[in-house]
């Protein structure tokens, strides 16, 4: 009959690995410092980068709530299982490695190539590298079992590298004239006539111009950032999991054409102050909250739909 061991025991199997990936952690920080304190300037200052700060805290959580889910479930486990669980095989140490080295590779590019690449390009890849180093640790350190336990929490921390400047241009122009769109549909429902021309939109009395400022950019990466989490935390299935981000997408649009929609209507029909005034530049959290609703009310429809489909017998 299999004993228990105690508890300082089992904490024992686990210290050299907590200690190494603290090392290796403590590495990655050091080599890539200037580019973290780059990133963290970015997020304090730019608007398309604020979400950036909310990343490792919410990583740091979510990897703290499953090590206390299974420190609860291993108690429902004996001591044999659970060390049986912590060995880390020849191959799993080689991928690590091999994992570490994609990094190092990373960080080459992004520091050889500061003259020749684009803007923004040698910090993306710097911190992506950095990212690249943390998944190497936790796989070397711990081995595959853990590593895909917090497959999610650690491919999460990809959204600290922030989009180089050609890129998020690019997203930025998407999100105007999409924008711009969903309020010319607007109008039209309500039958107010409404031309658009790019990311110009005119309406009987008002002409509306959707500048990057106003495209939302940092509201649209919050509730990308908010739909992750919640499909992980709340959806079992892969499917009604990107279902429910895709959503995420038109949704964000939708909210930033109700915005310029609302705005519009209240400057031409209620006082002309409100195209200049609070809602104008600071009422970006209300519809904020109105995506957030949307989305949570399309995350119930989704689990109301999987968790029948969870449950269903399996066929014999």
């Not at 590019?109 to 020749?116: C, E, I, P, V």
Request: contains cysteine; aromatic residues 8%.
């Amino acid at each position: 009959m299999m004993r228990h061991l105690p508890n300082s025991n089992r904490e024992m199997t686990t210290r050299p690995q907590w200690l190494a990936f603290g090392f290796l952690c403590a590495l990655s920080i050091a080599a890539g410092w200037h580019s973290l304190t780059q990133t963290l300037a970015l997020a304090l200052h730019e608007d398309a980068y604020t979400h950036i700060l909310l990343i490792l805290p919410l990583s740091l959580a979510l990897v703290y709530l499953h090590l206390a889910t299974a420190q609860t479930n291993s108690c429902q486990t004996d001591s044999h299982e659970a060390n049986s669980q912590r060995t880390i095989s020849q191959s799993t140490i080689v991928s690590g490695i091999a994992v570490l080295a994609v990094s190092g590779l990373l960080i080459g590019l992004g520091r050889w190539g500061q003259a020749t690449m684009p803007a923004g390009v040698p910090l993306a890849l710097t911190m992506a590298a950095l990212v690249v180093w943390w998944i190497g640790s936790v796989l070397l350190c711990f081995g595959v079992d853990v590593f895909r336990a917090l497959l999610f929490p650690v491919c999460f921390l990809f959204l600290l590298v922030p989009l180089p400047g050609a890129m998020l241009n690019e997203v930025v122009s998407g999100l105007q004239h999409q924008s711009a769109f969903a309020a010319r549909i607007l109008f039209r429902v309500i039958d107010v006539p409404a031309t658009q021309d790019g990311i110009m939109l005119s309406i009987p009395g008002l002409d509306i111009e959707v500048a990057p400022e106003c495209s939302s950019i940092r509201s649209s990466m919050m509730l990308l950032v908010v739909t992750l989490v919640l499909a992980h935390l709340f959806l079992r299935s892969w499917w009604c999991k990107g279902v429910l981000i895709v959503a995420a997408i038109p949704l964000s649009i939708a909210k930033n054409g109700l915005r310029i929609f609302t705005i519009g209507e209240l400057g031409t029909r209620v006082d002309p102050g409100f195209l200049d005034g609070r809602l104008h530049h600071h009422g970006g959290i209300i519809f904020f909250g109105i995506a957030v609703i949307a989305i949570s009310a399309v995350l119930l429809l989704l689990r109301l739909i999987e968790f029948p489909l969870c449950e269903r017998p399996r066929a014999t």
